[in-house]
């Protein structure tokens, strides 16, 4: 496995942009949250307040029901 550490911060003057999240399967939006929180728990993602940037993710589910 790799893992890589980033930080993104914005420059002066940067405009805030805000996407609609992609459509998820009720059945399938537990998983997402199950693996969002395994990630802030090994330090992976931090989780942060509201902000004005937000972008969608894409979650690919695996064969044995995990997802990526």
Same mark, same amino acid.
């Given at each position: 496995? &790799?893992?890589?550490? &980033? ?9 805030? %942009?805000?996407?609609? /999240? *992609?459509?998820?399967? %009720?059945?399938?939006?537990?998983? &997402?949250?199950? !693996? ?7 330090? %992976? ?6 902000? !004005?940037?937000? *972008? /969608?993710?894409?979650?690919? /589910?695996?064969?044995?029901? !995990?997802?990526?």
């Amino acid at each position: 496995n &790799i893992h890589l550490r &980033i930080n993104m911060e914005s420059q002066p003057g940067d405009q805030p %942009i805000q996407l609609k /999240p *992609f459509p998820v399967r %009720i059945a399938r939006k537990h998983l &997402i949250l199950q !693996e969002l929180q395994c990630l802030c728990t090994l330090g %992976i993602l931090t989780r942060v307040g509201g902000t !004005e940037w937000a *972008f /969608p993710t894409v979650s690919i /589910p695996k064969k044995y029901g !995990e997802v990526c």
